[in-house]
């Protein structure tokens, strides 16, 4: 098996595993099996499965590894002067001003 082939399989694993285990998300163990069982079956909408965004996150994570395999490497030192530049300015004027409001 390749590597490419294992990291697909990873990630449809974790999208099974997801759809199955999404409706159990947040309920207490003792209610879940109550109400839902065992996850033996897709029982999100109408006997389907859905994903989350624990899944997604899952694909963003691997299509940013296959990005940097491709990127040149940076030198550290070479970007050292805009990073300090960076925390000097984050640290003189505070964080607020830099980062969006939420």
């Known amino acids: 098996m390749t590597n490419e082939k294992a990291i697909i399989g990873c990630i449809l694993g974790t999208a099974v595993g997801d759809a199955l285990g999404l409706p159990y998300e947040g309920v207490a163990p003792r209610r879940a099996k ?3 069982g065992p ?3 897709y029982r999100f909408l109408f006997g389907h499965g859905m994903i989350s965004d624990d899944t ?4 963003m994570v691997a299509m940013s590894e296959k990005s940097t395999l491709k990127a040149p490497r940076v030198n550290p030192i070479a970007i050292l002067p805009r990073n300090i530049l960076f925390l000097f300015v984050v640290l003189c004027h505070g964080f607020r ?3 969006p409001p939420y």
């Open 56 to 59: 997604e996150h899952t694909c």
């Open 39 to 41: 996850p033996d079956r």
């Open 34 to 36: 109550r109400l839902l």
């Open 97 to 99: 001003r830099v980062a």
